[in-house]
Nanobody
Framework: QVQLVESGGGSVQAGGSLRLSCAAS????????MAWFRQAPGKEREGIAT???????TYADSVKGRFTSSKDNAENTLYLQMNNLKPEDTAMYYC?????????????????WGQGTQVTVSS
């Protein structure tokens, strides 16, 4: 089970950008589904991006076209580039991982979770 540590959150104005990082303690290049989730106060956790072992990505409609997930295989790090941020993007952001080949889904049981990093977007 890999250990995950997120960083890069902060406060920005609407229209700004942030890049979140998720450093993994182990090898995540192959054989893992990686995902980003977020949870705003009083709301359910929402899956927003996945990146599969082959590098293919999926995005929630709420972030499609604005957020990009990528992996740095040499650094065992997952990234979430967030552009054109909106106040409704304000939430705690988490990365997650599970050993799995093939397509990734937000509904699968992710076995490793980071501690979260807060993103606050002001209007």
């Amino acid at each position: 089970q890999v250990q995950l540590v997120e960083s890069g959150g902060g406060s920005v104005q609407a229209g700004g950008s942030l890049r979140l990082s998720c450093a993994a303690s182990g090898y995540i290049y192959k054989g893992y589904c990686m995902a980003w989730f977020r949870q705003a106060p009083g709301k359910e956790r929402e899956g927003i991006a996945t990146i599969a072992s082959d590098g293919s990505t999926t995005y929630a409609d709420s972030v499609k076209g604005r957020f990009t997930s990528s992996k740095d295989n040499a650094e065992n790090t997952l990234y979430l580039q967030m552009n054109n941020l909106k106040p409704e993007d304000t939430a705690m952001y988490y990365c997650a991982a599970v050993p799995r080949y093939g397509r990734c889904y937000w509904s699968i049981g992710y076995s490793s979770w980071g501690q979260g990093t807060q993103v606050t977007v002001s209007s």
